[in-house]
């Protein structure tokens, strides 16, 4: 049933805040939305959110307001999405929405991304970061151009789980047959664009059925509920089993009397682990020297893995800077380059000018460099490349060439999305103009 609209709020019909994090042992999962133009996605979060009662009471007050005044019997749940004025007035999701939740078991962070191809970029800012792609089908349409769409974003981004959820379920009269000619079908296109593991479910995100809830109206359905499969999702990623990489964001120089000679290379570990006595190599000059210390603020350490922020002392005085990535020397070393090959999703409102230089930062690093080529551009309709022989418009995909003002440490993006990753940068406004995943591999 839907939510109606209370004629008061009170505690037992209003959604208590979600609880915090459960500290060090805390599991997080990032996950966006996608999926079609009224596929159901905001109204799938609102309800995910309501139901696992982590709405917040003034939250709760100004949707009933809103909806009210829509003229709404119900609470519409999309509201708590789509927070932008042109969004409410034309009931569509235009920028990414960032919520955060959490149960006993996960605590979550969303990207509500918008359905509509103009917004392309908007989605793939939303999945840059995520681990699961939550990809919405309408059980009515079946998978349409958009699913196919984002399905292959989802690949091309490296995500590497998806979360099939047939919705509106309710108006094909709950059907298995309808459900699983479309999980048939849904499979078929995420292994041809890269998705390695897949989930499906039906639900009703507008009733209710199989959101947190198992649904009385799906009986065949024996799987979890959306919920449910989010908590106990194991996800991989190549960088929890990488080698060690991590950027060095800046240099610890107290120069006081207790720490005179203190040289601490500061950063956040992106992949693998490291220890005290460890080889290390210093990136692009490829300095090498061994782990001295290893300090978590002032507590040290024996040793450190992905995801801590450290300061790594060396045995060694190397000319290291911010920017310089530090490798394991006994492991896969990361490539060094002037010249990248990377997809870029172009991100600026202005389209893109041939010969202009820009600021490319990939991880700690910055660099000049400019666009030697674009090879070709992703056509969304057939997802195939194509020449062009216009330069790259707002939300396109491209093949391309950058050349760089001197070598840069990284590793191809589908290995490391921290190191694989950069964004370019207008020198003159400062404003990012595109965001790219590096393919480069060792020669």
């Not at 059980?139 to 047939?166: K, M, S, Y």
Request: net charge negative; with cysteine; glycine share 8%.
């Amino acid at each position: 049933m839907t939510t109606p609209i209370p004629s008061e709020a009170t505690p037992s019909r209003t959604p208590s805040p979600a609880s915090g994090p459960t500290g060090a042992t805390a599991d997080l999962l990032r996950f966006t939305t996608a999926g079609s133009v009224d596929d159901g996605k905001s109204t799938l979060i609102g309800r995910l959110l309501y139901d696992a009662k982590s709405v917040l009471i003034d939250q709760w007050e100004a949707m009933e307001r809103t909806s009210l005044r829509k003229g709404l019997s119900h609470v519409d749940l999309s509201l708590l999405t789509d927070g932008l004025k042109d969004e409410r007035e034309q009931g569509i999701t235009i920028d990414v929405a960032y919520r955060y939740f959490s149960t006993p078991k996960r605590t979550f962070i969303i990207a509500d991304t918008p359905g509509h191809v103009q917004y392309t970029r908007n989605m793939v800012t939303g999945a840059s970061t995520a681990d699961v792609a939550l990809v919405l089908v309408d059980a009515r349409n079946g998978v349409v151009e958009q699913t196919r769409r984002h399905l292959f974003l989802a690949g091309l981004l490296g995500l590497p789980t998806a979360v099939l959820c047939i919705n509106k379920m309710d108006l094909v009269e709950w059907s298995e047959s309808v459900y699983t000619t479309i999980c048939a079908d849904a499979e078929r296109v995420a292994r041809e664009a890269g998705v390695r593991s897949v989930h499906f479910l039906p639900l009703s995100a507008l009733l209710g059925d199989n959101v947190v809830d198992a649904s009385t109206h799906m009986p065949w359905y024996t799987g979890a509920p959306l919920l449910s499969t989010l908590e106990s999702l194991e996800v991989p990623r190549p960088e929890n089993d990488g080698p060690f990489r991590m950027a060095v964001q800046t240099v610890l120089r107290p120069h006081t009397t207790e720490h005179h000679d203190f040289r601490g290379y500061a950063g956040r570990i992106a992949s693998g682990s490291v220890s005290v006595g460890d080889p290390i190599t210093a990136y692009p000059g490829g300095l090498t020297s061994r782990v001295s210390a290893l300090w978590l603020g002032n507590q040290p350490l024996t040793s450190a893995q992905r995801g801590q922020s450290v300061s790594i002392e060396l045995e060694d005085d190397l000319d290291v800077a911010r920017g310089s990535l530090l490798a394991h020397t006994n492991a896969p070393q990361p490539v060094v380059a002037q010249n990248l090959e990377a997809t870029l999703c172009w991100l600026d409102r202005s389209p893109q000018v041939p010969g202009a230089k820009y600021a490319v930062r990939c991880a700690t690093a910055e660099v000049r460099g400019l666009i030697d080529s674009v090879d070709g551009i992703l056509d969304l309709h057939t997802l195939a490349y194509a020449p062009s022989a216009t330069p790259l418009r707002p939300n396109d995909l491209g093949r391309i060439r950058l050349r760089l003002a001197k070598p840069l440490a990284f590793d191809p993006y589908v290995h490391n999305r921290v190191t694989g990753a950069f964004i370019l940068v207008d020198e003159a406004s400062g404003a990012t103009v595109a965001a790219g995943m590096i393919s480069n591999q060792n020669s």
